[in-house]
């Protein structure tokens, strides 16, 4: 959760806040007047991470809390095995057709 293109490089305050879902007003100062403010910020994250990694990422350096308000999961091993059955198509095509057609 920490950004490596901004100078300070570390985006935790803003995740600690995003996950109790207060308001929250981004500080651009390229916006100049036209200030934003986002009543309910919530971010709804998917992503994997290798577990041996899990400690030296989320909870390297202070006890924010951070890694306390992710949800974690395990799924057990599943072994390869063939399709039983052939793919449908015509629904993507279909879909695809659609978003050619859009303007």
């Known amino acids: 959760m920490d950004r490596y293109s901004r100078g300070d490089g570390n985006d935790r305050g803003f995740w600690l806040q995003a996950y109790g879902g207060r308001h929250w007003t981004p500080d651009r100062i390229k916006d100049g007047e036209h200030t934003m403010i986002i009543p309910h910020l919530l971010w709804g994250l998917s992503g ?27 799924p057990a091993p599943v072994p390869p095995r063939r399709p039983r059955t052939v793919p449908d198509h015509t629904v993507a095509l279909t879909a695809l057709g659609r978003l050619l057609e859009l303007p």
């Open 48 to 74: 994997g991470i290798q577990p041996d990694r899990v400690a030296s990422q989320l909870l390297a350096g202070d006890d924010n809390g951070l890694a306390a308000r992710l949800l974690y999961a395990w």
